[in-house]
């Protein structure tokens, strides 16, 4: 298991977290906060509404995974990681983008912005910097036999079946279905149908995009079948399950067998990585139960439990990580647990039986 940190982190989900980070942030005076976000039949939804209504959503885990990252960014200003201006604008120019800058600029003040930038690069250094330090304090090396022993031994989790990037609409009866397929022919684009019709609200919010499944992957055989017949651009005609369904093929890949040459650098950098993970995390975990206790938490409404601040921390069992994530460009990595070969993690077509 990770940390609860990394726990944490996922949960709140980037956009969250990044709300709730610029929530908190020292910024914003109470101008600010009334900055209309969007109007409705005569309504007005203000920064404040958004506000209360992600840290509800957070509660206690939303202020306990900001102020793990309040740890980690003081921790890095220890370690002397603090950016430049120079630094920061690179940032802003190449990484948010001038676009996304000026947009929460429209909202908050442009120090906490560039604040909220600096708390992004401080963090990401720090990690960077702890990993190195463990490497290093712990001679840990990967030799390349150690790595061609890995992959001989574990050979098929690096070979990768033909794959299929996809997007579904499925819907409760054949009547809608065909519908659905006289406004692909009339030219309608398959995802403004997916984000209209689908049955499933994931589903629709998705566009029906469901992401690359390769061979094997799980996909009920009717689909699977129908999928590996589409060509780049093509859907398919309703395919009948527990519901009605018709599939729309993005892109297609190759089946990719690689050589041990072909992925030696990036599986011996996996396997290093997979060695650092359970002393990073024993890292993380000592540092954050020093460190947590310290915060004087005003907030009631968000007041974390004690054992949160000062229990110790799971971590991951020695080894317990994958090491074989390495594979050429478009085959993907091997999937951790509950992913797909070659992609993130997708919504399941629903009722396709």
């Known amino acids: 298991m990770k940390t609860r940190l990394y726990m944490l982190r996922a949960a709140l989900g980037l956009c969250a977290a990044l709300a709730l980070l610029l929530a908190l942030a020292p910024q914003p005076s109470a101008a600010a906060m009334d900055s209309a976000l969007a109007t409705k039949d005569g309504d007005q939804y203000k920064l404040e509404d958004l506000s209360i209504y992600l840290l509800r959503n957070a509660g206690k885990d939303g202020l306990l995974a900001f102020l793990q990252e309040m740890v980690i960014y003081q921790e890095g200003l220890k370690q002397g990681l603090k950016p430049s201006d120079a630094d920061v604008q690179k940032f802003i120019d190449t990484v948010m983008t001038p676009e996304v800058y000026n947009q929460f600029k429209q909202l908050f003040s442009e120090s906490a912005v560039r604040q909220l930038v ?33 992959f001989l031994k574990n050979i098929d989790q690096f070979h990768l079946p033909e794959g299929v990037s996809l997007s579904i609409i499925s819907v409760d009866n054949q009547t809608q279905a065909g519908k659905v397929l006289d406004r692909l022919k009339k030219g309608d684009k398959f995802g403004d149908i997916a984000a209209e019709v689908n049955m499933d609200e994931e589903m629709r919010a998705a566009r029906g995009e469901l992401g690359v499944y390769r061979k094997g992957d799980g996909l009920p055989k009717p689909l699977e079948d129908a999928a590996f017949k589409l060509q ?88 317990s990580k994958p090491a074989g994530g390495s594979k050429p460009a478009g085959g993907g990595s091997k999937p951790k647990s509950g992913e797909k070969s070659g992609d993130k993690p997708k919504p399941k077509p629903e009722g396709n039986g």
């Not at 463990?134 to 022993?149: G, M, P, W």
């Not at 460190?291 to 004087?296: H, I, Q, S, T, V």
């Open 118 to 150: 600096e708390y992004t690069l401080v963090n990401e250094r720090y990690d960077q910097w702890l990993r190195d330090k463990i490497r290093k304090d712990n001679n840990l090396k990967v030799s390349e036999q150690e790595a061609k022993d890995y």
């Open 232 to 319: 780049e651009g093509g859907h398919s005609d309703v395919i009948k399950g527990t519901n009605y369904h018709i599939l729309y093929c993005a892109k297609r890949y190759p089946s990719v067998e690689p050589g041990f040459e072909e992925i030696r650098e990036r599986l011996m950098s996996d396997m290093l990585e997979a060695r650092i993970d359970p002393l990073y995390f024993d890292a993380m975990d000592e540092l954050m139960g020093r460190e947590l206790p310290r915060f004087n938490i005003q907030a009631e409404l968000f007041r974390p439990d004690e054992g949160d601040l000062s229990a110790p921390r799971s971590k991951p069992a020695a080894d």
